[in-house]
């Protein structure tokens, strides 16, 4: 197998032109007549790793076999839809000797035709695909073993159930009676970051006051985020934290009030369960002081 075209994209730019990026990579690959895409490593990075997802599904989808790589918890995992194998990753380049030759073995049998075994003999994360297979024991059988295994510490199962189903809430009745609180997890905090937010894998959250602020000004609040061109973001805080919009809404009665804090961390390479206790330690603390709805904002 060959290297016969490198593709390059800017993360930041397929995030913004999605549509225009994906025609003008899908278009190289075709011209090229690739018979196998590699995408990534993209690691932690959440951005990047959606971008890999998305082409990944869309060259599979045209018939070009598609093989990414990245950590079980970024987005492009997700993105990718089945439809391209994922090699799973740590959540850094220290994580590339393991990933890349299980890469390359997996393009490599893709690339001659050869049949591509389960997710578990290949190494890549399960495309959530139901195959009818025979096998040599019945499901009883299997089952027994497997509860043996449970039973001795070797918790595994041959269907993954999902991890991160949450119940969407009851739509808010009235908002203009209602207290709504600002969150966001661009890593909006003021200037010089006092309290020492991290850029990248936060493990704590914090708050700040909003009394008497109608906006927040470049000159007050900064974003510490590390995964995004912070540029804009620096030049209006607002586009973080929608301040001055929510005042306009409180102002006009649309919402009944602010609440008087804003919530914020960095949500880049975040694993999943620090970032589940992070929001449920903010939301324990929303609940108790009245709030009925949160204003989310990402980046």
Not at 61 to 74: K, T, Y
Request: aromatic share 6%; glycine share 10%; hydrophobic share 40%.
């Amino acid at each position: 197998m060959d290297i016969g075209l490198t593709l390059a994209c800017g993360d930041d730019y397929f995030a913004e032109h999605e549509e225009e990026a994906l025609s003008t990579l899908l278009g190289w690959i075709e011209e090229a007549g690739t018979t196998v895409l590699i995408c990534g490593p993209a690691f932690g990075s959440g951005r990047y790793g959606y971008a890999c997802g998305v082409l990944a599904r869309e060259a599979a989808h045209r018939g070009v076999p598609a093989v990414a790589a990245m950590h079980p918890d970024n987005p492009g995992v997700l993105a990718a839809d089945g439809a391209a194998y994922v090699v799973p990753t740590g959540t850094s380049v220290t994580s590339m000797r393991d990933a890349l030759p299980r890469v390359a073995a997996l393009a490599g049998k893709l690339d001659r035709g050869e049949h591509v075994g389960a997710a578990a003999e290949e190494g890549y994360l399960p495309r959530r695909m139901r195959q009818t297979a025979m096998l040599d024991r019945p499901a009883a059988s299997r089952a027994i073993d497997l509860l043996l295994r449970k039973l001795a510490g070797d918790v595994r199962t041959e269907a993954a159930p999902p991890s991160d189903f949450v119940t969407p809430p009851p739509p808010l009745a009235d908002a203009s009676t209602a207290t709504i609180a600002l969150v966001t997890e661009a890593g909006c905090v003021p200037q010089g970051n006092p309290d020492h937010l991290p850029s990248r894998r936060a493990h704590t959250w914090l708050k700040y006051s909003l009394d008497g602020v109608r906006s927040l000004s470049a000159d007050r609040y900064q974003t510490v985020h590390g995964g995004f061109d912070v540029t804009d973001a620096n030049e209006d805080p607002n586009r973080l934290v929608p301040l001055d919009a929510a005042r306009q809404l409180e102002e006009s009665g649309r919402i009944g009030r602010l609440h008087e804090f804003f919530y914020t961390t960095s949500g880049v390479n975040t694993p999943v369960a620090v970032a589940a206790k992070m929001g449920q330690e903010i939301g324990e603390e929303l609940v108790a002081s009245g709030v009925q709805a949160v204003i989310l904002t990402g980046t």
